[in-house]
């Protein structure tokens, strides 16, 4: 944090013209302190938000809030206990859980800030982006790039929450939030069964790709849904490869890659799923940038800046810039994790570093 010395300087002179500086909303900067720190000075604090307690107070909401109160969506945004007050899970990262009860539609509506929803459990709720219908069942991941439209529907009798991502604060510290309200009609078709359109295109198996799609270069993903059933079975790949990497260090990653060219799903976040069995030895690490992190399944322990958290599934944790990560599973865990990596290796500011306990120690004291 910046902070400035106020103690009057002794001579007169020099006490005038900081009152002159002042006045003219000039600052000296050899009175300024803690602006070029050695290691980024992070006001976020990470944090562990309890799925039990989630699930529970979305349900509340769900029978006290309708839904179309405030924005049309009924969404407990994740408030890092750091940032004073702000409905931000990181600087740069919104995080939240939405609750759409049986019967409930969120209208459509776009913003220039993307967003994604990583679906914790249950099915029936299917979203249209841009009139496409992505059904969204446990595990998956389903894209709201910035400016498309996108409305959510529930036409089932059960409830169902989910964990959305935005990278809002981003967006709003560049000053580029647009936000449009939709007519208010909803997507003309009612049916989401089988594949969406782009499922249809994008998503016929590793490697296969429509005729035509590789330039100009897309801003994102031009696939939409990403399946529980194939991220299950590439990490699941991983690891039945005896003399794999992964089979050897007993964890297994993946990063969820635009089909037509390899790069991040958006511009601005990019998403992973790891997978730990018991007693994997991945190091802890630290890495710019912030990151929220969704247990999908699993338990553990998750080690931030060294202090330990037992995890379930439900569970979201704020990791912000350069604290250092440690997982440890109990049961075969599988974390799906959402950051801003794309933004700080265009800007040339990703650095990342393994962290070894003794030099945490030293760090910590
Ligand atoms: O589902 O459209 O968590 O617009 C925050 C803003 C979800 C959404 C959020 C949104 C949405
Ligand atoms: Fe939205």
Redesign the pocket.
Known sequence: MTTQRFDAPADPLLHALYGDLAEKDLQPLWRLHGLLTPTPAVTAVPHLWRGRDLRDLGERAGRLVPVDRG?D?R?LSLSNPGLGGLPYATSTL?G?V?YLGPGET?PA?R?TPA?LRFVLGGEGVWTAVNGDPLAMSAGDLILTPSWTW?E?HNPGDTPMTWF?A?DLPLVEGLGAVFFEPGDGRTAATTSPAGHSASERRFGGGPGLLPDGTTTPPPSHSPLLRYRWADTDRALAGQLSEPASQAARSGHAHIRYADPTSGRDVMPTMRCEMDRYLPGHTAPAVRRTGSSLVAVFRGSGTVALDGTHHDIEPGDLIAVPSWTAVRVLAHETLDLFTVNDAPVLETLALYRTEEVTEDAQNVADN
């Open positions: 924005g969506r969404v919104w939240a939405q969120a509506h913003h967003a996108h959510h959305d935005l």
